[in-house]
């Protein structure tokens, strides 16, 4: 009897679950520090607290993203056989073959943003942009979490 993907446990999709619950948590975080910010503009708090919103942010983006990229992967190479993809070029470009991602360019940004904060210091003006990004990147977030639920569903 043949065993499928999720059967092998190839394709967990747990993992990113929590990890997206936390990259969530820490949107709502970050977005609660802000009101509170607006709130009591004054406050000599108010640069700490943006800067650990902003942390929380930008560190439940990378670890979700990291491993969002991990399941597709597998999901590819199971599909495939293998995983050819040396380029993330590539590699959304497959997804988005396999129907897992609906929009390159923006999957390209998102990378991009991922990837610019790989390398410490960074500007105010990059975190900013990060937790804009990351931000936006929610929306594609419960996506793609749909989508291969829904995939692993149909093995």
């Known amino acids: 009897m043949e065993k499928t993907l999720a059967e092998e446990e190839k394709l967990n999709i747990y993992p990113i679950t929590k990890s997206y619950e936390l990259f969530s948590h820490s949107l709502i975080f970050y977005d609660q520090l802000e009101k509170r910010i607006e709130n009591n503009p004054n406050s ?12 929380a942010v930008i ?12 399941i597709m992967r597998k999901y590819i190479e199971y599909e495939d056989g293998r995983d050819e993809c040396a380029t ?8 988005g073959e396999k129907g897992l991602i609906d929009d390159f360019y923006k999957w390209m940004e998102f990378y991009r943003a991922r990837d610019s ?5 960074y500007s105010d ?29 149909e093995m």
């Open 44 to 55: 000599k708090d108010n640069e700490i607290l943006a800067n650990v919103g902003k942390s």
């Open 59 to 70: 560190g439940g983006f990378k670890l979700f993203f990291d491993q969002l990229i991990t």
């Open 125 to 153: 003006e990059a975190v900013n942009n990060i937790c804009l990004i990351a931000k936006e990147f929610d929306i594609y977030a419960k996506k793609i979490i749909a989508v291969l639920e829904e995939k692993i569903l």
């Open 88 to 95: 993330y070029k590539c590699f959304f470009r497959t997804a």
């Open 117 to 121: 904060v790989s390398e410490a210091p």
